[in-house]
């Protein structure tokens, strides 16, 4: 078998290897079902769960907006089968403080998600086509990881003031976003590392001049409007080749077209859950 179907496969066991230890974490911890008796919103679920509660929902389209609330976990049944749709207003995704969002498609706000507590998660997710911006966070970056934030008519994500000493934005494609790809101010320090950031009508990375102690490292740079020049030392920049992101969202990369500028390891870029 070829070495690169072999690592790939690895990396998104990696990442679904996360993912089920979070599930496994959520089973234990007591459970709200979303339907259930009496509950056919996500939001008459959150009403009812507490600290520490998990709310999985099943397969479905649910146009509401909600909050999740502290110390709360929303699952979805099946990775991006459950939508959350905005209804072309509003933020469709509002994070308490210690939440953590799974495997949901988030969709058709103005803004996807938004987050400006500490401890907050947003794994997995696909974060498209809402009016404005796919992600803002404000204060305290959450963890973003293996996500697929795109087509977003404002900046894939927006950040102020965000700050963390163990959340990163990792393992993430931000592309085709009608803005910048990831736009940072304020006194922001994190590290974004892994992630393909391509094809956005701006800029790939927008950091206003208080904003310079982010780090930046292994991104693949790609097909930006405008990009930084020279890309940043141990970033790259090289064609995703992505399979059908336009049609079915799908992200993955096809090495038989993807540029080789990084040798053997440029699949390790990007969301490692893909389609």
């Known amino acids: 078998m070829d070495k690169h179907m072999v690592n790939r496969g690895c990396r998104v066991l990696i990442a679904l290897t996360a993912c089920c230890l979070l599930w496994q974490s959520a089973v234990s911890a007591a459970s709200v079902q979303v339907p259930s008796m009496g509950i056919k919103t996500i939001s008459e679920a959150m009403m009812r769960s507490r600290v520490g509660d998990t709310v999985w929902v099943e397969n479905g389209i649910y146009h509401e907006r909600i909050l999740i609330a502290p110390g709360v976990t929303l699952m979805a049944r099946s990775m991006f089968e459950a939508v959350i749709d905005g209804g072309g207003r509003g933020t469709v995704v509002t994070m308490g403080k210690n939440t953590t969002i799974c495997g949901f498609q988030i969709r058709n706000g103005t803004i996807g998600v938004f987050s400006n507590g500490s401890g907050n998660q947003i794994l997995s997710c696909r974060i ?18 293996d996500n697929i934030i795109a087509f977003n008519r404002g900046s894939g994500f927006q950040g102020w003031d965000v700050r963390s000493t163990n959340a990163t934005i990792n ?14 101010g304020g006194s922001s320090e994190f590290i974004m590392e892994n992630n393909v950031v391509a094809f956005n009508e701006r800029f790939g990375l927008k950091n206003l001049a208080d904003a310079e102690r982010i780090q930046v490292s292994n991104n693949n740079f790609y097909g930006n409007l405008r990009s930084p020049r ?46």
């Open 128 to 145: 498209v086509r809402n009016w404005q911006t796919g992600v803002i966070a404000v204060r305290h970056l959450p963890k973003i990881e």
């Open 230 to 275: 020279p890309i940043p030392d141990g970033n790259f920049s090289f064609n995703p080749a992505f399979t059908a992101p336009r049609t079915s969202l799908n992200f993955k990369s096809d090495p038989a077209q993807c540029c080789s500028a990084k040798g053997s390891d440029n699949e390790d870029l990007g969301s490692r859950i893909t389609y």
């Open 171 to 184: 393992h993430n494609s931000i592309a085709y976003n009608a803005n910048h790809g990831v736009a940072v």
